[in-house]
Each structure stands twice: as structure tokens, then as C-alpha cells.
């Protein structure tokens, strides 16, 4: 039994299955050809600065670490210090380069700022002449005089504020273009370093006292909200000046 055919079926009123199936295929590779030019370089680039900038961050920790010395501090010291830091720069490096998106936050770039500071710091660390910090502060002629004029906590704490402001300028710097952080603020970025930097001050504490921990903590505190703010203020400054 023959079927019906309809008119409308004749060659040329529609297209065939075969054109059909090329243009749908033409399409889809013009498609992903065109999402590969437009995201292919800033995918590289992505991977690129994930590398340049957890290697920073890694070599920071480990050069913190490494030329500690540990002879009166417990053996599980510098284990437990080295797994803290870990976890941190891999949740740092989580946040910056997996897109993990927290609206009017910034987190990705805030992160980033943590992870360069804690790079700056390291490398800053290791070309101090004694790997206890706070003696190598207390013997230089503004420390001294800060030790004797209001004691060691205090005098942590001017440490931490200074060191800190100037590790958190430059990391703000490298990191503010305003294309990216119009979102970014102060106070996430420097609680991304205050914690980044956290385990380096209960290191360098161990020996002194909790009053000098929470001093020197509270000094890097302040110092890396002082030196974000103040960076991202003189880029927003900038901009106005150019338009």
C-alpha cells in the first residue's frame, strides 16, 4: 500500500536531512572555533598567572619555614605549621583561579593579593640576617628604641604594620587593574593576608608570650587593611585624574 506524499515534500521546498545535517555541523564548529579565539589566550593566561603566582606564594611559606630554626621549638612545630600553610595556599589558589564567584565580593582577586603577600614576605624573610624576626627588630637602632619605649608587644605590633603595609601595597598593586577589581575593596583582601600570613606569626612567636602573638597580629592586621586601601585608593585616584 503506497503512502501519501504531500506536495510541500517535493525537492527544494525544505531543506534535505544531508543540508540539514552539514549546516548544523558548520554551525557547531564555527561555534567552538569562535569560543577558542575568544577564550583560548585568556585561558593560557589564567593558567599562566596560576602558576607564576602559586609558585610565589609556595616559595614564601617554604622559605619562612625552611630557615626557621626550630632547636626550642617541639618536634610537631614546623609539621603542623607546614600542613596549615598548605591547606591555606591551596583554599587561597582555589579561590582565585577556579571562578568561584561570590558577587560584590572580589574573592578571586583578593586572594590573589593574600598569596603575593605571603610570597613578598618570604622572600623579604629570607634576606634578614636572623631568621627570628622579632630579634632581628628589637637590635635595630628604630626597634631597639621602640623596645625600650614601650616593650616588646608593642613594638611587634609597629613591626607587623610597617612590614605588612608595604607587603600588601605591592601585592594590591600587581593585582588592582581597574578592568578587573571594580568590586574589589579593602577589607577582604587584607583578611586574606592577615590569614595567609598567620601561621608565620605563631612561628616567630613561639618562645615570647601570647601578648606579643596577639600585638604582632593585630599590627599585620592593620597594616594590610592600610596598605590595600591606600593602594586601591591612589589607583581610583588615577583613574579620575585620566578622565
Do not use: K, N
Amino acid at each position: 500500500m503506497d503512502l501519501p506524499v504531500s506536495p510541500d515534500s517535493s525537492a527544494g521546498a525544505s531543506p534535505t536531512p544531508t543540508g540539514l545535517r552539514e549546516g548544523v555541523r558548520d554551525a557547531l564548529l564555527a561555534s567552538l572555533e569562535r569560543d577558542l579565539d575568544q577564550r583560548g589566550g585568556a585561558t593560557l593566561r589564567h593558567l599562566l598567572a596560576a602558576g607564576i603566582i602559586g609558585v610565589i606564594g609556595a616559595l614564601g611559606a617554604t622559605l619562612l619555614v625552611a630557615q626557621h630554626p626550630f632547636g626550642h621549638h617541639a618536634g610537631w612545630h614546623e609539621i603542623v605549621v607546614s600542613t596549615v600553610w598548605a591547606g591555606l595556599l591551596i583554599l587561597a589558589l582555589t579561590l582565585a583561579f577556579l571562578r568561584i564567584r561570590m558577587p560584590g565580593l572580589g574573592i578571586g582577586q583578593a586572594a590573589q593579593v593574600g598569596v603575593l603577600a605571603l610570597g613578598l614576605a618570604g622572600v623579604c624573610g629570607s634576606l634578614c640576617s636572623d631568621q627570628h624576626f622579632l630579634t632581628w627588630w628589637s637590635a635595630s637602632p628604630i626597634g631597639s628604641q621602640l623596645f625600650d619605649a614601650v616593650g616588646l608587644p608593642v613594638s611587634a605590633a609597629c613591626f607587623g604594620l610597617v612590614a605588612t603595609l608595604a607587603f600588601a601595597a605591592l601585592s594590591t598593586l600587581a593585582v588592582a587593574r581597574p578592568a578587573r577589581t571594580e568590586r574589589l575593596r579593602s577589607v577582604l583582601p587584607a583578611a586574606m593576608i592577615t590569614l595567609l600570613l598567620l601561621p608565620g606569626i605563631a612561628l616567630q612567636s613561639v618562645g615570647t608570650s601570647l601578648d606579643v602573638f596577639v600585638f604582632w597580629l593585630a599590627g599585620v592586621a592593620l597594616g594590610a587593611y592600610l596598605g590595600v586601601a591606600g593602594m586601591l585608593a591612589g589607583r581610583d585616584a588615577v583613574r579620575r585624574m585620566r578622565h
